[in-house]
């Protein structure tokens, strides 16, 4: 077992238990937003198909309508019109002109379009008081061009996409499916919210921003409910607990005598690393048990969230082989000081605002067991070993996408 490892090297190893292909399954398109493609789509078709007009407006030729003004207009004959959908059947001849609206194909023997404001109906002529221009002709493959690989394995489905993919042709798309991930509270004084609340009790906050968490990377949540802090009782469950991708445990990997998920990683698995030198999260712990990668949270509601999103978001990344990184970071002004801590790579929760200039303040308490800075912050703020930061310095954030 490693331990007292650097944040990059815990994330290595985190990262390299990551195997084996998740099977994929085919949806309809309705269905897909937020899973993660399978398989390469290309386009099944040109778009658009032919050259169409982005411009409600009359087509005709552009050697007609040279120098056609306000003062000078030019008067074509109108031979017919083009809905989008409908194209014109026949073609357009010297001082012709055809009616078409945004979407419709180009009639032959145009080679321009006039918008229509620059235009006025005149009996069965039309008066040009501008020149017309092939500038709104789209021209055929534009868009997307036929046989084109325009989204790829490992592309999330954004709505952006999932209309791309509709765009293509497709009805149907493959994703992976996606990974399951049981999450298991221990801690005697751990009780279910809408049951009384002993003395000494806390409620189990962990189980529910961990779904949440898992939910939003793409994950499947299979909640365990609790168990108490008996090594026979984990062992229990953890036999019961189905097929999973991940497992996270949280509680119980401290220095305590009742932190019992450590002891028994140890005893019926393999602990690969215990003790990251960050803050909140110091006692994460990574073990295998059977063929499972078993992510051991730290208990304190701040520990677990930030853990599982520095570590657990990623490796769910990593399995549905997501092609966007799990996290990113940008810089700040700092509004408020942020403390760090001596040998150890702080995380400490701010709220980051956007505008001509990134800033970032302190949600105030930042004690591990206050869950309202998960709650309510919406970035991390990275403060290096031995580091500080002071107001008006410029500091690394990362910000929590599912927070506004
Ligand atoms: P532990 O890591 O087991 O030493 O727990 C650290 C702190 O987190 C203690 O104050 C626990 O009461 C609290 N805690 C542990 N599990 C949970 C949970 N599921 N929900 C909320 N708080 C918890
Ligand atoms: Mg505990």
Redesign the pocket.
């Known amino acids: 077992m490693r331990t007292n490892l650097s944040v990059e090297e815990a994330l290595e190893l985190v990262l390299g238990e990551v195997r084996g292909d998740l099977e994929a399954e085919e949806l309809p398109l309705r269905e897909a937003l937020g899973r993660v493609l399978a398989e390469d789509l290309a386009s099944l078709v040109d778009h658009p198909d032919q050259d169409d007009t982005a411009i409600d407006g009359y087509a005709c030729r552009q050697a007609d309508t040279l120098g056609a003004s306000p003062e000078s207009p030019v008067r074509l004959r109108l031979i017919g019109e083009a809905p989008a959908g409908r194209p014109f059947p026949g073609r357009v001849g010297p001082g012709e002109a055809v009616a078409v609206y945004t979407g419709a194909p180009i009639p032959e023997g145009a080679d321009a379009v006039v918008r229509v404001e620059d235009t006025r109906r005149e009996g069965e002529g039309v008066l040009l008081f501008a020149p017309a221009s092939p500038k709104d002709i789209r021209p055929k493959g534009d868009d997307l061009k036929r046989g084109e690989v325009y989204l790829r394995r490992g592309d999330l489905l954004t709505p952006g996409r999932l209309g791309l993919a509709a765009a293509m042709g497709h009805p149907r798309v493959r994703v992976f499916r996606r990974p399951r991930v049981g999450i298991l509270s221990?801690?005697?004084?751990?009780v279910e919210p809408g049951e009384p609340l002993p003395f000494g009790g806390v409620y189990n906050s962990n189980a529910y921003s961990l779904l949440g968490l898992v939910l939003e990377a793409g994950g499947e949540p299979v909640l365990l409910g609790k168990v108490e802090?008996r090594p026979e009782a984990l062992l229990e469950r953890l036999e019961g607990a189905g097929p999973l991708d991940l497992l996270l445990t949280s509680?119980?990997v401290?220095m305590?005598a009742?932190?019992v998920v450590r002891r028994v990683l140890e005893e019926r698995g393999e602990v690969v690393f215990w003790k990251v030198k960050q803050q909140p999260g110091g006692p994460l712990l990574l073990a295998r048990l059977g063929g499972l990668p078993v992510l051991g949270l730290p208990?304190n509601p701040v520990s677990s969230m930030v853990t599982f999103f520095l570590y657990g978001r990623p490796f769910l990344f990593r399995l549905q082989e997501r092609t966007d990184p799990p996290y990113a970071s940008l810089w700040a002004k700092a509004l408020t000081p942020f403390r760090g801590a001596k040998g150890k790579k702080v995380f400490r929760r701010g709220v980051l605002a956007l505008g001509e200039e990134a800033v970032v303040r302190t949600t105030g308490n930042q004690s591990s067991g206050v869950l309202r800075s998960m709650a309510f912050g919406n970035a991390l703020v990275v403060i290096p070993p031995d580091g500080e930061v002071r107001e008006g310095e410029r500091v690394e954030v990362i910000p929590l996408t599912f927070v506004p």
């Open positions: 221990t801690g005697d004084e751990v802090d509680g119980g401290s305590g009742y932190d208990g």
